[in-house]
């Protein structure tokens, strides 16, 4: 509950960052569903020869990222280069309609050491249909992913593999 409070707020601030009505927010996750993910990488010998995580970006409104112990692993990809990284800055690309990016990441295994890690994801409504706020649409910014119900949109992620950005490109306008 308290994750889901904090979840919304920093949606809230980056609604109001982007001058995005807050109702355009409220109405897809002040119910939204909350998930998480628990990932347990183990030491590998040859942490060059695998990956613990592919690259991916969420998809989700918001994530928060808890890393249990010191080991690191999270890395993003920014300008093409992969940077490590504790913390997990990543936002709902659609709703934003591209000025929020969520960002590319993957985790990488240690070679002596075990890595936890606890993803909290805030998503919308399954009720729901989601694409650009309306408030966000002008003239000189049309929108630039179509609408898509939250159901759909879960149904197309989770039947193809987890690939970079593979489940936002049939979107795109
Ligand atoms: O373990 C990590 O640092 C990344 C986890 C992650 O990206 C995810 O669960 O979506
Ligand atoms: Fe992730």
Request: charged content about 25%; overall charge positive.
């Amino acid at each position: 509950m308290e994750l889901k409070k904090i979840a919304i707020q920093t949606l809230l601030y980056i609604a109001k960052a982007l001058k995005m009505e807050t109702k355009d927010m409220m109405v897809l996750f002040n119910e939204g569903m909350q998930s998480m993910r628990i990932n347990y990488y183990p030491p590998c010998p040859q942490p060059e020869q695998v990956i613990g995580l592919t690259q991916h970006s969420d998809a989700d409104g918001i994530t928060f990222l808890l890393e249990l112990n010191e080991v690191e692993g999270l890395q993003i990809k920014k300008d093409g280069i992969w940077i490590p990284i504790k913390p997990l800055p990543d936002a709902f690309i659609i709703v934003t309609n591209g000025q929020y990016k969520s960002i590319e990441h993957r985790a990488v295994v240690n070679s002596k050491k075990e890595r936890l890690s606890i993803a909290t994801f805030l998503n919308p409504k399954l009720d729901c249909e989601i694409g650009p706020a309306p408030s966000l649409i002008t003239s000189e910014t049309p929108p630039k992913y179509t609408r898509v119900t939250v159901v759909d949109f879960f149904k197309n992620l989770f039947s193809t593999e987890l690939k970079r950005k593979s489940n936002l490109v049939q979107y795109y306008i």
